[in-house]
């Protein structure tokens, strides 16, 4: 029997159960994109994701793709999908205002390299999310959509929020330290950091070369895979040199063995709330034989410290000109980290920089007995405080390895809300961290409909 999407309200679908519905016929690019921008119109007045929305230009793009549908052209493999784009990222015919006022108005005229391949893949670009000041700590107006009263995280604050209400179902952010796995987990939707160097940067705003790369936010892990198809060197970013290969085709096969995971605690697990730490034993109880405890070396101690020698020295350099131009229009918490980036000598910075390479390399041992690390994305459920984007400790192990990352929106805190389940996977290895990933997720499910 041949399946089919029961489509419903059409903004509620995941990215992956769009795409069947609109290759099947049973529902339109078109109609997709205006039930999208329906419930961004009902919902951003209290979630305020977005810094700005093309209601002509997304349909737009949706008729385009429906035309080719019409004419019986092959269909892009984000063929009609709606997609947000955090507001670091240049896009032709959309501002780019990186969430500060110095930058009000500022438009480019070049899509960046993950814009460009969006459109080829298909997409509805919808409009511009909310960022972070210069996508560092400083949070932007979102709220979160499960308590307006809680932070959505940050600083990918609006990409994360507006999949988690609905209003699209696939976004792009970008991460640091934190600023994708987090909100990600604060606001209950799966976010993927890819591996360091697998997707160019080509116009999205700079902060810390050695450490930011680009990520995504969907509904499920199928519909991060679609990322796949926007990886690859561009010849540009010279860091992007890697290629993550057939993500979707490995996510949607098996796995040939039964994963064993390692529940790393990190060296940070005093910082872990009460709820974070009985569900992940609650979960090492689901994986029995395949989960098992393990520690990290000493030196990862050390590594929180030399993330943020390495992040304070590139940002310093990257986005001093900000509070040099204005140092009235930024934030004090901007200006500490540029005081501070450019307080650093060269020889503590190179001598970080050196530790990415130790480090990745000090987890080989554990890569070689599992295939993936298991551990918190977020200390807790999203802080009450929207002064915060709260604290990235959780992720800052990895991406300063470089490492690939997915969250899983498993857990739930002592107030319902969302608490995410990280996985991280060796260097390069994107498309079996996902599908480890995707095999966690179906048997979590399993879990509580086998109990309830």
Known sequence: MVKRIAVGEPADLSASDALEAMAEGALSAQALTEACLARIDTADPQVQAWTQVDHRRAVFEARAQDRRRADGLPLPALHGVPVGLKDIIDAKGLATENG??????NRPSEDATIVRRLRDAGAVIVGKTVTAELAYFHPGVTRNPHDPERTPGGSSSGAAAAVAAGMVPFAVGTQTNGSVIRPASFCGVVGYKPSYGTVPRTGILQGAQSLDQVGFFARSVEDVALAGELMGPDGVDEDCHLNAGPLRETVLSEPPLTPDLAMVETPFWDRAAADTRDGFAELLDVLGDHGTAAGLPEVFGRGAGWLATVMAAEMGR???????????????????????????????????????????????????????????????????????????????LWTFCGLPAVTL??????????IGVQLVGPYGQDAKLLRTARWLARLCAANVEESG
């Open 100 to 105: 500060t006022p110095l930058d009000a108005g």
């Open 318 to 396: 990257n986005l001093g000109h900000y509070a040099d131009r204005d140092p009235d229009q930024v934030s004090a918490t901007f200006k500490a980290l540029i005081e501070q980036g450019r307080s650093i000598h060269a020889v503590d910075y190179l001598a970080a920089r050196d530790m990415q390479a130790v480090m990745r390399e000090a987890l080989d041992p554990l890569f070689e007995r599992f295939d993936a690390i298991l551990t918190p994305s977020a200390p807790s459920e999203a802080p009450r405080d929207l002064d915060t984007t709260g604290d990235p400790i959780f992720c800052t």
């Open 409 to 418: 929106p498993l857990l739930a805190g002592e107030n319902g809300l969302p």
